[in-house]
Nanobody
Framework: QVQLVESGGGLVQPGGSLRLSCAAS????????MGWYRQAPGKERDLVAV???????NYADSVKGRFTISRDNDRKKVYLQMNSLKPEDTAVYYC?????????WGQGTLVTVSS
């Protein structure tokens, strides 16, 4: 059984940085695609960034050049480095594992960008 646990959220001022982490259990991490999604109040959950098992990455236009997704298969972790944060980045951030027909979500971590 796969479980995901996010950490690293919090309150940060505009222009600041945060690094989110997602720890996975189970044996399929290294062959799965991993992603970060976010959901702002009253809005749908949107893709932020994804990294394939081979290390290819893709980003939402709104975060390109500011956010970086990475993974450590040995530690079964995926990271989201967020720089130059803006108030519109405020949301609950969710980690996702996708493999074949399996989709697993973490519980989410809140990121608030405010002065």
């Amino acid at each position: 059984q796969v479980q995901l646990v996010e950490s690293g959220g919090g309150l940060v001022q505009p222009g600041g940085s945060l690094r989110l982490s997602c720890a996975a259990s189970g044996s399929i991490f290294s062959i799965a695609a991993m992603g970060w999604y976010r959901q702002a109040p009253g809005k749908e959950r949107d893709l932020v960034a994804v990294i394939t098992r081979g290390g290819s990455t893709n980003y939402a236009d709104s975060v390109k050049g500011r956010f970086t997704i990475s993974r450590d298969n040995d530690r079964k972790k995926v990271y989201l480095q967020m720089n130059s944060l803006k108030p519109e980045d405020t949301a609950v951030y969710y980690c996702n594992l996708h493999w074949d027909r399996l989709d697993v979500w973490g519980q989410g971590t809140l990121v608030t960008v405010s002065s």
